[in-house]
């Protein structure tokens, strides 16, 4: 892993929602000044793969690609047994701190609350989960394994939250910062992560690395436990997000498109993550 600590260098932080119209993108300044050269980035054009398969150019943010890259592999996942983060509250709001208006601020809260073992043992199974989410939640994650055998990234399932880089938790539901709850259109996942520019890393510039975050809810749009196969669609969709394909595509049947495809990964998700895994990144988590 890189070190852990500050040198001109800046974080951008992407955060994805499954079902979610538009990607937020924010820069957070930590030493030095920068400005996206916004008006100089052309959105690439979807290009045809082997076998008839298409990249999507929604593999992008607006900064560039995103992946991570060897030195950070294997990656450790963590999948909690059904915790929440919505018991710690924002006292400003009087909402969960881990609300979509606050998504920059999930790698900072799970960082926190992962260094505090009595902060986590606090934390309690959201509701509506039952234990086939797990399972669901695990299977989900495990569907990008295929890609291992290519050598693009590896990745490991772990039981000890103090050595994750990527976690997964629920929600009953999301709720925004004024504590109202989201369920138009079915919102079922939210992944937020911290990006840092690779050039400046190489260069010499250290970053504060904070884990991925990924939260699936538990519940349907009439607060029933959610389908096992609903939720596994939901996290192996947010997995591809915390992967690196930062936008949804645009086609229907991709499991990266808004509303799952057919709940599984799709040729053009394929030739996407096989392409994303090829560049050099310009962003890594």
């Known amino acids: 892993m890189f070190p852990l600590c500050y040198k001109e260098i800046f974080a951008v932080r992407l955060k ?41 150019p929604e593999y992008r943010s607006r900064y560039g690609s995103v992946h991570w890259v060897r030195d950070q ?20 709001w009087g909402a969960p701190v881990a609300n979509t208006d606050n998504l920059a601020a999930w790698p900072n809260l799970v960082a926190q609350v ?3 073992p009595e902060q986590f043992r606090a934390l309690k199974p959201a509701d509506g ?3 086939g989410h797990y399972q669901a939640a695990m299977e989900g994650v495990l569907s990008w ?12 399932l772990t039981d000890d939250p103090g050595e994750a880089d990527i976690y997964v ?48 809810r538990t519940t349907d749009g009439q607060g029933q436990p959610m389908a096992l196969g ?7 969709h947010e997995f591809g997000h915390a992967l690196g394909i930062e936008g949804h595509s645009t086609n229907p049947g991709d499991l990266m498109s808004l509303y799952y495809g ?18 050099t990144p310009d962003l890594i988590p």
């Open 169 to 216: 938790f629920f929600t009953n539901h999301f709720v925004g910062k004024n504590g109202m709850a989201l369920f138009s259109q079915d919102v079922r996942g939210y992944t937020s992560k911290t990006n840092f520019p690779y050039k400046a890393i190489l260069a010499g510039g250290q970053a504060d690395f904070k884990p991925a975050v990924i939260v699936l």
């Open 73 to 92: 592999m294997p990656l450790k996942v963590y999948i909690s047994p059904g915790l929440t983060l919505d018991s710690i509250m924002d006292p400003k």
């Open 114 to 116: 992962v260094s505090d």
């Open 230 to 236: 609903k939720l596994k669609a939901a996290a192996t």
């Open 16 to 56: 994805v929602c499954c079902y979610c119209l538009f990607l937020i993108t924010s820069v957070t300044f930590v030493v030095a000044s920068y400005q996206p050269a916004s008006a100089q980035y052309r959105k690439p054009q979807t290009r045809p793969a082997q076998g008839g398969a298409a990249v999507y």
């Open 129 to 131: 989960y039952v234990g």
């Open 262 to 279: 057919r709940g599984v990964i799709s040729p053009n998700d394929a030739a996407t993550i096989r392409h994303l895994y090829h560049l």
């Open 145 to 156: 394994k295929i890609f291992e055998r290519e050598g693009l990234f590896s990745y490991q």
